[in-house]
T-cell receptor, first 113, second 108 residues
């Protein structure tokens, strides 16, 4: 049972390049989330998907897009990377909204130069 | 005011001591509360949920004070392996709101 699988683990981009972070969960969870974590700021929600076919903006959505491809997969896309997007990105999934344990991927360390 | 606030620390504590930290939240309608542990450069993992009556899991005790809108985490007989960042999490309108974390360093 893999839980939440997130790829890649590390990435360096040049300003203006695009990339997609992949996330898949095998726990049949309805809700999936993308967070970024910066030093001293905790986890900030970028986008979330409460169920297959729906996505909603979180606290810091600018510069990102998401796709809930199916119940298992939720991808995060940076269309034109900026240095301000240098961060650690975590994907998470929940069985129901906010009342059970959140399971996380191992994180993606992204540097934009 | 942030929705969830924690003292960032670090708390430097000798091994075997008892340490406690609090977390305040602003949404009085919040129903679910959690403590997560995050090791350096790793993903957060659930430490314990926090129930209205308070709950204990081995050396860890969590308390909820709805009137003052805070939750607390008490660690007794601290171990070197308890060194980590502890994240307070509160649900708000079916989203999880995360505190910035409290860093705990246990010294031998």
């Amino acid at each position: 049972n893999a839980g939440v699988t997130q790829t890649p683990k590390f990435q360096v981009l040049k300003t203006g390049q695009s990339m997609t972070l992949q996330c898949a969960q095998d726990m049949n969870h309805n809700s999936m989330y993308w967070y970024r974590q910066d030093p001293g700021m905790g986890l900030r929600l970028i986008y979330y998907s409460a169920s297959e076919g729906t996505t909603d903006k979180g606290e810091v959505p600018n510069g990102y897009n998401v796709s809930r491809l199916n119940k298992r997969e939720f991808s995060l896309r940076l269309e034109s990377a900026a240095p301000s997007q240098t961060s650690v990105y975590f994907c998470a999934s929940l069985d129901t909204g906010g009342h059970t344990e959140a399971f996380f991927g191992q994180g993606t360390r992204l540097t934009v130069v | 005011r942030k929705e969830v606030e924690q003292d960032p620390g670090p708390f430097n504590v000798p091994e075997g001591a008892t340490v406690a930290f609090n977390c305040t939240y602003s949404n009085s309608a919040s129903q679910s509360f959690f403590w997560y542990r995050q090791d350096c450069r790793k993903e957060p993992k659930l430490l314990m949920s926090v129930y209205s009556s308070g709950n204990e899991d081995g050396r860890f005790t969590a308390q909820l004070n709805r009137a003052s809108q805070y939750i607390s985490l008490l660690i007794r007989d601290s171990k070197l392996s308890d060194s980590a960042t502890y994240l307070c999490v509160v649900d708000s309108n079916y989203q999880l709101i995360w505190g910035a974390g409290t860093k705990l360093i246990i010294k031998p």
